[in-house]
């Protein structure tokens, strides 16, 4: 990783000039992903071959005895992606963020079993991915993260969408949402053992009910992933329960074990079930495989996994699957 050290600034994130003028270091790193995707015969993909490029910049300060650090990270700059966090650490009073992509409060336990590469469902026909937890979400949210008693508390907040907001402006409906995320490990004097539970409320906004209220979306979950040796393996369930009428609650189950072969060898296999709780018709369930490889040598890496997946996003007959074989470098 290359790095630009001692770049004097005026101010952190040139907003800081009225609070404080003291130097900030700041670090770049990027990195290169060439990928070939091989998709369902039923879908015309086109060119297989595919590059992302990420770039980022960290940079902190001292300000008024606090370490107020900031991130950006470009992932395809070309393409305009982007996210952002201005963060701010008070010590034993924990840190409190501005979150504009990088990942707050419930979202960060959204799928935790473990893999070698990519998620299962990663890539499978490009619908909206459900069974994901994160009511709050990762952008224009207010994050505050602490440990009390060997727990990690990370929570999230934000009012009206969660669209990402230029300067003194917003966008979107309403639909205010918090979330909370608690996690820890050794529970139970088991060494090896790393876990998580997490609930989230968003309002429904919008969203007119036969009722005439706007009741709340839940999202919940709870993981445990186990490591003995060179074996981890983990079990996840969550809920999403739709606060509007005429929407589909969502019920996970997911599972799945990772072995590495040696310190540059890796490989992993899961499941996934995602029942549709429909409320005027049968419900359905989505149930996905994936099986992943890694292999790691010093700042290069190649991956392949392969997904696949029934009845789709709750679509009866809607079957797809996926494989990818990934060439990254960090620089």
Same mark, same amino acid.
């Given at each position: 990783? $290359?790095?630009? @050290?001692?770049? #004097? ?10 609070? %404080?003028?003291?130097? !900030? ?32 910049? =960290? ?9 107020? %650090? ?7 700059? *070309? ?9 701010? $650490? ?21 799928? @935790? ?31 505050? +993260?602490? /440990?009390?008693?060997?727990?990690? +508390?990370?929570?999230?907040?934000? =009012? ?9 402006? %917003? ?7 918090? $979330? ?40 919940? /979950? ?5 490591? !003995?040796?060179? +074996? ?26 990772? *072995? ?24 359905? =369930? ?7 490889? &890694? ?8 991956? #392949? ?9 709750? =679509? ?13 470098? &960090?620089?």
């Amino acid at each position: 990783m $290359d790095k630009l @050290k001692k770049v #004097g600034l005026s101010a952190l994130a040139g907003s800081l000039a009225a609070v %404080s003028a003291n130097a !900030a270091e700041m670090s770049v790193s990027g990195a290169t992903l060439l990928t070939y995707t091989s998709e369902d015969t039923t879908e015309v993909t086109g060119n297989p071959f595919g590059m992302k490029t990420n770039i980022g910049f =960290t940079a902190s300060g001292d300000v008024n005895g606090y370490t107020v %650090s900031y991130m950006q990270t470009s992932i395809d700059q *070309f393409a305009g992606m982007s996210s952002a966090r201005l963060s701010v $650490d008070m010590g034993d009073m924990g840190v409190v963020a501005f979150d504009q992509g990088s990942g707050s409060g419930l979202a960060t336990i959204d799928d @935790k079993t473990p893999t070698a590469a990519e998620e299962i469902w990663d890539g499978l026909d490009g619908l909206t991915v459900g069974g994901l937890v994160g009511a709050a979400g990762n952008s224009g949210v207010f994050n505050y +993260v602490n /440990t009390f008693a060997g727990l990690t +508390v990370n929570a999230a907040g934000r =009012t009206g969408s969660g669209t990402k907001n230029a300067d003194g402006a %917003s966008s979107g409906a309403g639909q205010s949402a918090m $979330d909370v995320a608690i996690t820890g490990s050794d529970m139970f004097g088991l060494d090896g053992l790393a876990w998580g539970i997490g609930y989230g409320e968003a309002e429904a906004g919008q969203q007119a009910n036969a009722a005439g209220t706007n009741d709340s979306d839940t999202h919940a /979950t709870i993981f445990a992933n186990y490591s !003995a040796g060179p +074996v981890t393996f983990g079990y996840q369930h969550s809920q999403i329960q739709a606060g509007s009428n005429g929407t589909a609650g969502e019920i996970t189950d997911a599972w799945g074990i990772a *072995f590495n072969v040696n310190d540059d060898i890796s490989v992993s296999y899961g499941e996934r079930d995602v029942e549709y709780d429909n409320p005027s018709a049968a419900n359905v =369930t989505e149930q996905g495989e994936g099986i992943a490889i &890694a292999y790691t040598m010093g700042s290069m890496k190649i991956a #392949g996994n392969r997904n696949e997946v029934t009845d789709n996003n709750g =679509t009866t007959a809607s079957n797809d699957q996926m494989t990818e074989i990934a060439l990254s470098f &960090a620089f």
